[in-house]
Each structure stands twice: as C-alpha cells, then as structure tokens.
C-alpha cells in the first residue's frame, strides 16, 4: 500500500525523514536538548523530564510532540489517503475510520 500511495502524498513532509525537526514542536526539541545535556554531565534523565511533561492523572503524563501545522498536515494526509481508495488496514475490529500510519509510508 505504502508503495502505491507515495506518488498520491499529499504532504510530502510528514515522509521524509531529514525534515522532520519541522515537524516537532519545539518544547519537544528543547527537552531532548535538555536531556543530551543531562546526559553529558550525568544527570538523572527523569529528574529533567519531570520539568517538561505535565502529570495529567495518576501515571498518565502528556507533552507536545508535533507542531499544531504537523498534525494539521496529518489529520489531512489521512483524509486524503482515505479518498485514494487504497485498502485500509485498521488498527483493531471495533475501528472503522482509523488506520495504520505505517502502511500509507
């Protein structure tokens, strides 16, 4: 499917690997700095993530990945693969409209 779908990308961003700093937010760039740098000086890597990751229940931690346009771009991505009439793989039987990132490249 991958193979098929690469000529019909609509974002040809969200697939290249040497793009995709343009792609992650960039609190998300600043923590792995601050991790590199806890590594060099040996810091406890939790202790760094701590102050980068918000705890929204118990044990369940959330912080920004990608850019507000790079999930802009893969909401639409998968719109459009999803009008290209490829076959879907769905992630598990009780979904209908999602499908396996990996698949479409």
């Not at 690469?6 to 969200?14: Q, V, Y």
């Not at 507000?68 to 793989?89: I, N, S, Y």
Request: proline share 7%.
């Amino acid at each position: 499917v991958a193979e098929k779908y690469t000529p019909l990308r609509k974002h040809a961003t969200l697939f290249s690997p040497a793009r995709v700093d343009e792609l992650l937010h960039p609190e998300f760039l600043a923590m792995l700095q601050s991790l590199d740098a806890a590594d060099l000086m040996g810091t406890d890597p939790a202790a760094v993530i701590k102050g980068w990751v918000t705890e929204e229940a118990a044990e369940i931690y959330s912080f920004p990945l990608l850019t507000e346009k790079a999930c802009d771009m893969l909401c639409d991505e998968v719109e459009h693969f999803q009008t290209t009439g490829l076959p879907a793989r769905r992630p598990n039987s009780m979904n209908n409209y999602g499908i396996i990132l990996n698949e479409i490249g």
